[in-house]
C-alpha cells in the first residue's frame, strides 16, 4: 500500500522551517545593520597619534619645527596643517570643521614646565566641549595625550596633545 498524502505533508512543513529560518536571518541581519557605528574615539586616537608622529618620530624631534638654536619655527605653525599631512576638509558639507586638534610644548624642568610653545588647527569651538561628562552622543568627542621629547638642543619637552572630533551628524544618529 502506497500513502501519497504524506510526502506533500513533509514538504508543507520544510517550507514552514525555510521560512522561518530566512525570516531569522534578515532579522539577525537587520538587528546587526540597524545601529550605527560610533568611531569618533578612534578617530581621535589616530588624530592624537598622527600629530605625536609628525612632531616627534623615530626619537628625534621634527626639523621643521625647532631650529638648531632651540626656537621654535613660526612658519611651521603657521602650516601646521600640511606639514603633519592633514585635511580637515570633510567629504560632507558641514556648515564648521569637525576637527581640531592642538599641541602645548612645555619646557621640562623639575620645578614646574614652562609653556613655551603651542600649536593648533581646527575648530577652536569644540574645546568648551570637552569637560562636560553626559552620556549625550551629540557632543564630540576628545582625547588627551602627552608624551616627553627631547629637542636638537637636548632641552626635554613635555607635549600635550588634544584632539578632538564632531562628526555628530556623520557618525551618530
Not at 580637515?88 to 602645548?104: G, H, L, M, N, V
Amino acid at each position: 500500500m502506497i500513502k501519497k498524502g504524506s510526502n506533500k505533508l513533509i514538504s508543507v512543513y520544510w517550507f514552514i522551517i525555510l521560512i522561518l529560518v530566512a525570516g531569522g536571518i534578515v532579522m539577525m541581519a537587520n538587528v546587526f545593520y540597524s545601529s550605527p557605528y560610533d568611531i569618533r574615539s578612534t578617530e581621535a586616537n589616530i588624530l592624537s597619534t598622527k600629530v605625536a608622529n609628525c612632531i616627534y618620530f623615530g626619537g628625534k624631534m621634527n626639523p621643521a619645527l625647532i631650529g638648531v638654536n632651540g626656537v621654535f619655527k613660526q612658519e611651521f605653525k603657521d602650516n601646521f596643517l600640511s606639514h603633519c599631512n592633514l585635511n580637515f576638509d570633510s567629504d560632507i558639507s558641514f556648515t564648521q570643521k569637525q576637527y581640531y586638534t592642538q599641541a602645548d610644548f612645555y619646557l621640562f624642568s623639575e620645578i614646574q614646565p614652562q609653556k613655551s610653545f603651542e600649536l593648533s588647527a581646527g575648530n577652536k569651538n569644540w574645546i568648551a566641549d570637552c569637560g562636560i561628562k553626559t552620556s549625550k552622543p551629540k557632543l564630540p568627542v576628545c582625547y588627551n595625550n602627552s608624551f616627553l621629547a627631547r629637542g636638537p638642543t637636548g632641552k626635554i619637552y613635555l607635549i600635550k596633545t588634544l584632539s578632538i572630533v564632531g562628526n555628530v551628524d556623520k557618525n551618530v544618529q
